[in-house]
């Protein structure tokens, strides 16, 4: 089992930042990947940014250059961030932290994030 908690969603000005944190525990030592995903209502979850454990990275090309994923592991976590710069209304959604362990994902409980315009 692997357990996610993110942290970070909040209400910020179109154009500001905002950095997202996501901190896998439990048998991290089995996760081959983890990434971030965003919804908003009505639609289907799209994948934002993933990080492997080797630490390749791969963007949805409509972000590259705006958001930045990253990673860092401790002995008993993994935690990854998500760095958003130049917010966009349209980025308004619920962010959720996935991992992807033994052929299973994992989900987090989400987190929002609002950008007014």
């Known amino acids: 089992q692997v357990q996610l908690v993110e942290s970070g969603g909040g209400l910020v000005q179109a154009g500001g930042s905002l950095r997202l944190s996501c901190s896998a525990s439990g048998r991290v030592f089995a996760v081959d990947a983890m990434a971030w995903y965003r919804q908003t209502p009505g639609d289907q979850r799209e994948l934002v940014a993933q990080i492997t454990r080797g630490g390749s990275i791969t963007y949805a090309e409509s972000l590259k250059g705006r958001f930045t994923i990253s990673k860092e592991n401790t002995p008993s976590t993994t935690t990854i961030y998500l760095q958003m710069n130049s917010l966009k209304p349209e980025d308004t959604a619920v962010y959720y932290c996935?991992?992807?362990?033994?052929?299973?994902?994992?989900w987090g409980q989400g987190t929002q994030v609002t950008v007014s315009s």
């Open positions: 996935n991992a992807l362990s033994t052929n299973r994902f994992y």
